[in-house]
């Protein structure tokens, strides 16, 4: 089993800049990649962000490309999402997940609780 617990959501204005952490533990040695997914209000959950745990190859959605910037730090087996010029678009729940397959970067094993971010203009 791994555990995920992420940190640092919160309230943002638009244009700010938030930091979301998630630290794993647990079996981490079966990590292939770590992802952030958002579910907004009524809408369902997407993908955000993917990293590989070892290589480090990293993958965007569309929605987020070139403002979002995901990074791991695997001394501390904790993943990151640094978020850039925040949208009230981008107000979710950003959860964290680690998935166990190397064939794929969104289909994951393990969620975190959720963290909540809320973006006002």
């Known amino acids: 089993q791994v555990q995920l617990v992420e940190s640092g959501g919160g309230l943002a204005q638009a244009g700010v800049s938030l930091r979301l952490s998630c630290a794993a533990s647990?079996?981490?040695?079966?990590?292939?990649?770590m992802a952030w997914f958002r579910q907004a209000p009524g809408k369902e959950r997407e993908f955000a962000a993917a990293?590989?745990?070892?290589?480090?190859?990293?993958y965007y959605a569309d929605s987020v490309k070139g403002r979002f910037t995901i990074s791991r730090d695997n001394a501390k087996n904790t993943v990151y999402l640094q978020m850039n010029s925040l949208r009230p678009e981008d107000t979710a729940v950003y959860y964290c997940?680690?998935?166990?397959?190397?064939?794929?970067?969104?289909?994951?094993?393990?969620w975190g609780q959720g963290t909540q971010v809320t973006v006002s203009s």
């Open positions: 990293i590989a745990w070892r290589g480090g190859s990293t």
């Open positions: 647990g079996r981490t040695f079966s990590i292939y990649h």
């Open positions: 997940a680690a998935g166990t397959s190397s064939l794929s970067f969104t289909t994951m094993r393990y």
